[in-house]
């Protein structure tokens, strides 16, 4: 799995380089976003900006993150979901769930508000 990963803004960004999010690298995600909570991580940023494809598994490392996160206060948002990505999310109403950005400086410009982007209401 290749992600970078920063601090910005009180943030912490992960920058998903890969193409797919799958079942060959969405336990390792999971995982990974468990590691970052359990160390403090107050709101996850995660750029999917060059992800162009997810599966089930995917979704549901995603879903567990958000679960995590919420189960610590911790703010979690998706940021940069290609077209063919969001449709995923609308198809299987997820896009009700997460808090989605379409740019990672959007998605910090609402931490910076503390107010998230209620997605739930588009």
């Known amino acids: 799995m290749n992600i970078t ?3 910005k803004d009180d943030a912490t960004l992960l920058r998903f380089q890969e193409e797919r999010l799958d079942a060959h ?3 390792e995600l999971k995982d990974y976003l468990v590691q ?7 709101a996850l940023i995660l750029d999917l900006s060059e992800v ?7 979704l549901g490392a995603l879903l567990s993150g958000y679960k995590n996160a919420g189960l610590r206060d911790s703010r979690f948002a998706l940021a940069g979901l290609q077209t ?3 449709s995923m999310f609308e198809l299987t109403r997820l896009h009700k769930v997460f808090e989605t950005h379409p740019s990672v400086e959007d998605a910090l410009a609402s931490l910076a508000r503390g107010t998230p982007h209620d997605s739930k209401s588009d």
Do not use: P, W
């Open 84 to 86: 063919r990505v969001q």
């Open 36 to 42: 970052l909570l359990e160390n403090g991580a107050k």
């Open 5 to 7: 990963t920063e601090t």
């Open 52 to 58: 162009r494809f997810v599966d089930s598994s995917g």
């Open 25 to 27: 690298n969405s336990q």
